[in-house]
């Protein structure tokens, strides 16, 4: 007969990001994250196919967090919504620093940097979305997309909210 384990999937996932902020990509494996929580290789197997799927539903998780929050900002002030966005980018880019450094993780995650980039922006834009109705520009699609992808490369080059609302401001009148 099995032996049941609660919650072994959340224990997995929880060992799993412990070892990636502590030891790095190449050093967390499938066995270690196994043997941290007593249990079988193939028992991990069982709920996640690679340590890539691993990381990714733990990330994901974590994302899914930060759109929720940003979603359930109730205004309509366009500085409220942006900075909520900003906020959500700066938490989750600041939990994973070390993983986006880590050069192992780099080599493996690049092939499909350019689909989950796009995803992002997507998600991004949608939220964006209502803010650009106020606009004189007639693809107001287009300007979501746009100002994403702006608020995500100047996130992640440091540029403080201040100066991106600012410029958002421009763009959109």
């Not at 190449?26 to 996640?48: D, E, Q, W």
């Not at 287009?142 to 958002?168: H, M, R």
Request: net charge positive; charged share 25%; hydrophobic share 40%.
């Amino acid at each position: 007969m099995p032996k049941i384990i609660p919650n072994i999937k959340e224990q997995l996932l929880r060992e799993a990001k412990r070892q990636l902020m502590e030891q790095g990509y190449g050093k967390t494996t499938i066995r270690s994250v196994a043997n941290a929580c007593n249990l079988g290789i193939g028992t991990v197997y069982n709920y996640f196919k690679s340590k890539d799927r691993l990381i990714a539903t733990f990330m994901a998780e974590d994302w899914k967090a930060c759109l929720v929050h940003v979603k359930n900002q109730t205004s309509n002030n366009p500085e409220i919504i942006l900075k909520s966005i900003y906020d959500a980018l700066i938490d989750f880019i600041s939990k994973y620093q070390p993983l986006f450094c880590d050069s192992d993780a780099e080599k493996v995650f690049a092939t499909g940097l350019a689909e989950k980039h796009k995803q992002l922006r997507d998600q991004l834009a949608k939220l964006i979305i209502p803010i650009c109705e106020q606009s004189s520009i007639s693809d107001k699609e287009f300007l979501s997309e746009y100002i994403a992808e702006a608020l995500l490369t100047w996130t992640v080059a440091g540029v403080a909210f201040e100066k991106q609302y600012a410029i958002v401001c421009k763009i959109i009148k």
